[in-house]
């Protein structure tokens, strides 16, 4: 039996992994500053394959410590998503780049052979029509691009070969439920308010269900990938996700050209679905997931902070004294 140690176990992507890797007999160490709580994790809290490490990544003891006895890291921790990394650069240089590049480090230090780091497709800012594979340049556009990127390039000169996924665009039911990514946000618009805004509409975007980007990192635990792979399930418009939608419940679509989205990118998963990886998970699955706990009332208010990354960042004095230290 394996011991995993997930740093940001206990987030939207991190608490799904966690629930996965347990469910096939992995020991699960979970480190977490908890800046969205404990709740997504409560009952892993029962397994006693299960450990929560409540620190913050940035803080270089205790990290060290995490690591004795480990068989394999998978970082996830850093201050997710354009909106809520650009609060306070700083922050998110500390998270996303000095803490990323710290671990991997330490992991090389400790003998530790398997480092898998979760990036990102935005790394590929805004290339069009172009078919995206893992050798095309780069070209970040906000700090959370630019923070992932420098952590590649941070972490890529180890002995010990990191594994480096670039996610699509997330979505999906997850124990940590969040509404500010775009297609979670189209769902729970089209069955709360009967609309759906879009900003923009003609930008291509890769997108990859939560439950996949799980299997994709279980899959490259298990297979001993190394290298980088870009993992999404397809390509879409906004304006195609957001009639999709309306397909499914009818709803109205406005078109807003207030503030569009300047990232416009086709991405190529050929790489890892070659090496074995085919995602499962679609779009139209995570519509009716959201329709079912929207009618069971789990879901009363989706404009809380607690599903919003920036808000709960920005708005919550308590998070905000965990974070902005």
Known sequence: MKKILITGGAGYLGSTLSRKLLDKGYKVDVFDALWYGKEPIKDCLENKNFRL???DIRNLIPTVKALKGVDAVIHLASVVGMPASSIEPKTS???NYLATKNIAELCELHGIETYIFASTCS????QGNNLITEKSKVNPL???????WQSERAIQYLNHAPTILRFGTLFGISPRLRF???VNLFIIQSLFEGEITVNGGDQQRPFLHVKDAADSLIFSLEKNLTGTYNVISENMT?????ELISELSGCKIN??????DKRNYKVSADKIKNSGFKPRHTIKEAFYDFE???KSGEIKDYKDAIYNNYKQLFESEETKKKVFV
């Open 142 to 148: 906000d700090y959370y691009a630019e923070s992932k």
């Open 255 to 260: 078109i807003s050209q207030e503030s569009p």
């Open 123 to 126: 790394v590929y800012g805004s």
């Open 292 to 294: 079912k706990k929207v």
């Open 238 to 242: 906004i304006m195609q996700v957001a």
């Open 53 to 55: 490490i409540n620190e």
């Open 180 to 182: 500010d990514l775009v």
């Open 93 to 95: 240089v500390e998270v």
